[in-house]
């Protein structure tokens, strides 16, 4: 490994300034908004801050299948809308019940939870709204977008990954389980966002969309694995968010099953196996290689 753990190459602050320009464009403004209050709610949520590592997926596959970054915009708002909504739901007292994300009181105490409920969803259909209008794609590669962000958020990603988690609470899991409940949860958005950069560059390549799929299932069970590590290791002030959550719910984690140790092995033996899955790219994989590096050794 050849990164700094708190700061990524150029391209990282590239795509998050694309990223944030973008949003700021293409959120409602509550100026014109029907609901001005739904409008900023769902400002609060999609632009307080964060590590934007899903976008910046979209941005590295892309550039990886030989588009331009501005392909990449409409389907890096369109993840991170689904995100930003996903976390605003998890945040509900219905859920994990968390007063602080990204160091900000969580959208349903800076609101108040009605409101933040109808921002999340809101955001998840503008999600798919900008596919389905926005950016100059062809028809095919907004279907097949579309299909790759609704099968990663819902019954078969995201959303039945989140239903075993809120099952799960207070009972002890086994390793295989636990690695299929964040496969859904975490791992399936992650690889999705690779596989929406590499169809907003519309270019056919069975062996590079093979190789983003290896590639984003290592590394989404990377990363939470390390975000169970940081859950014990980080104080408050470092994660933005109450540190120990998982053990206030109940949760089974990494640790708790394989100890710190095995656990911070386990996380690099598969961001290992995610660089090795573009080794045949060069150069051009470096980006998504650089962000494996990060997700590993983050300290938030």
Same mark, same amino acid.
């Given at each position: 490994?050849?990164?700094? @753990?708190?700061?990524? &190459? @150029?391209? +990282? /602050? &590239? $795509?998050?300034?694309?990223?944030?320009?973008?949003?700021?464009?293409?959120?409602?403004?509550?100026?014109?908004?029907?609901?001005?209050?739904?409008?900023?709610?769902?400002?609060?949520? #999609?632009?307080?801050?964060?590590?934007?590592?899903?976008?910046?997926?979209?941005?590295? %596959?892309?550039?990886?299948?030989?588009?331009?970054?501005?392909?990449?915009?409409? #389907?890096?708002?369109?993840? !991170?809308?689904?995100? %930003?909504?996903?976390?605003?739901?998890? /945040?509900? @007292?219905?859920?994990?019940?968390?007063?602080? *994300?990204?160091?900000?009181?969580?959208?349903?105490?800076?609101?108040?939870?009605?409101?933040?409920?109808?921002?999340? =969803?809101?955001?998840?259909?503008?999600?798919?709204?900008?596919?389905?209008?926005?950016?100059?794609?062809?028809?095919?590669?907004?279907?097949?977008?579309?299909?790759?962000?609704?099968?990663?958020?819902?019954?078969?990603?995201?959303?039945?990954?989140?239903?075993?988690?809120?099952?799960?609470?207070? *009972?002890?899991? =086994?390793?295989? #389980?636990? !690695?299929?409940?964040?496969?859904?949860?975490?791992?399936?958005?992650?690889?999705?966002?690779?596989?929406?950069?590499?169809?907003? $560059?519309? *270019?056919?390549?069975?062996?590079? !969309?093979?190789?983003?799929?290896?590639?984003?299932?290592?590394?989404?069970?990377?990363?939470?694995?390390?975000?169970?590590?940081? =859950?014990?290791?980080? =104080?408050?002030?470092?994660?933005?968010?109450?540190?120990?959550?998982? !053990?206030?719910?109940?949760?089974?984690?990494?640790?708790?099953?394989?100890?710190?140790?095995?656990?911070?092995?386990?996380?690099?033996?598969?961001? &290992?196996?995610?660089? +090795? +899955?573009?080794?045949?790219?060069? #150069?051009? $994989?470096?980006?998504?290689?650089?962000?494996?590096?990060?997700?590993?050794?983050?300290?938030?």
């Amino acid at each position: 490994m050849n990164s700094d @753990p708190n700061r990524l &190459e @150029p391209f +990282a /602050d &590239e $795509a998050r300034a694309r990223l944030q320009a973008a949003l700021q464009r293409l959120l409602p403004d509550p100026a014109t908004s029907a609901s001005p209050r739904l409008a900023e709610a769902m400002r609060y949520a #999609a632009l307080n801050g964060g590590k934007r590592i899903r976008p910046m997926l979209v941005y590295a %596959a892309c550039r990886l299948a030989g588009g331009e970054p501005e392909r990449a915009d409409v #389907a890096a708002v369109a993840v !991170e809308a689904i995100h %930003a909504y996903s976390l605003v739901h998890d /945040d509900l @007292p219905a859920m994990d019940d968390d007063d602080l *994300r990204r160091g900000k009181p969580t959208c349903h105490r800076a609101f108040d939870e009605a409101t933040a409920i109808l921002a999340g =969803d809101t955001l998840h259909t503008l999600a798919f709204d900008l596919l389905a209008g926005s950016g100059d794609y062809s028809d095919a590669a907004r279907v097949a977008m579309v299909r790759v962000l609704c099968r990663a958020a819902g019954g078969t990603g995201m959303a039945a990954g989140q239903m075993l988690d809120m099952a799960a609470h207070g *009972r002890l899991q =086994d390793p295989a #389980a636990l !690695e299929r409940m964040h496969y859904l949860k975490t791992g399936r958005l992650i690889t999705a966002s690779l596989l929406l950069g590499y169809h907003a $560059a519309e *270019r056919a390549d069975a062996d590079l !969309e093979a190789a983003l799929i290896a590639f984003g299932d290592a590394i989404g069970l990377a990363f939470q694995i390390q975000d169970d590590i940081l =859950d014990v290791t980080a =104080d408050t002030d470092q994660l933005g968010k109450p540190s120990r959550s998982d !053990e206030k719910h109940g949760k089974s984690t990494f640790p708790a099953l394989l100890g710190l140790d095995a656990s911070r092995q386990r996380a690099q033996a598969l961001c &290992e196996q995610a660089r +090795a +899955a573009l080794d045949g790219y060069g #150069a051009a $994989a470096r980006p998504l290689q650089q962000l494996a590096d990060f997700i590993v050794q983050r300290t938030h």
